[in-house]
């Protein structure tokens, strides 16, 4: 490939975001259009207070799981050990309250894990380790539900529109190709490693791969349960039928490179969701679930990273005085604490 095609295709992938995007809110304003912001306001407000609380109690509860991902990408680098709870906790949940706002997981969710990690003295090599396990462990939690999905799906469905036909069948092949394969892979080649520059990367064994399997579908459930108790009051949509969709959804608002998936996400929903009788509702249960799993979790972890910051720094600052205290003569240069490793 020559060095101008390379430079088309990067340029295609960084503007991808915005094209979907576009696409999206296309959609979305042509499926609103009869609708005013009184429409969307009043059906925000219907859904019931305590369909609130079961959403947001579910939210926690899927990023408590979402910070087992690094619990897990530990183990797979052989650190979990050096780790004590608390501390991969809070680095699974505030880097996916921001990747899961701000996209580009890698950048964003690594960026803060490489600060955090490395104060914990693991190698910048693991956190790249660490966070390739975790997009897979993402990935195949995703691709499980959708197959399971498939066949919890009423096929009366597909019968609506050649294009979703097509494209449900094409998408369940896949994802049962990519489980198999990665199953056979971690059964037939265990343990054995992967160069990727200058990186090793060992291949799982089959147990790891389960768990993988398991907690990303425990997480996707989670997340989907937050989006149920909002449209609930609005649909009769069985949960069987609901989470194969929302997560055809949520993947598709990862692939797009828009952060957060937002307007893509929304508009797949909209477009596949039966038992709607109203765009309107949808569109504000929508809205509440964004609030709930998106703008409160960035609130939150936020929050976790300033007061942990001031307390490393109050530490730090702590031990340089009793250090100074206990060797008067010597002069203690003070470093810059917000870049100094623990």
Known sequence: MSAKSKRII????SWAGVLFFVIAAGMLYWQLRKYSFVDIAHSLLNIPFKNLIYASLAAFAGYIALSCYDYLALRYI??????VWWKWMLAGIIGFAISNNAGHAVISGGTI??????????????IVKMMTFIGFTYFMGATAIVVAGYFMMPHSLFNESLGFNIGMHGLFI???ASLGAYFAM??????????????????PRTGMAVAQTALGMLDSLLAGLVLYFCISHFSDVPFTVFIGIFVIAQTAGVFSQVPGGIGVFESIVM????GVDNPANLFGALLVYRIIYFVMPLIGAGGLFVIYENWLRNRMKRWLEEAKARMPHVQIPLPKLGRKRQ
């Open 10 to 13: 990067k340029k295609f992938i």
């Open 78 to 83: 052989g650190q979990k050990h050096k780790i």
């Open 113 to 126: 894990r490489y600060r955090l990690y490395t104060r914990w003295r693991i190698r910048m090599g693991d």
């Open 174 to 176: 896949f994802c049962v």
């Open 186 to 203: 971690t059964a037939l080649f265990r343990n054995k490693k992967v160069n990727v520059g200058e990186l090793d990367f060992k291949i």
């Open 271 to 274: 477009l596949a969701m039966p």
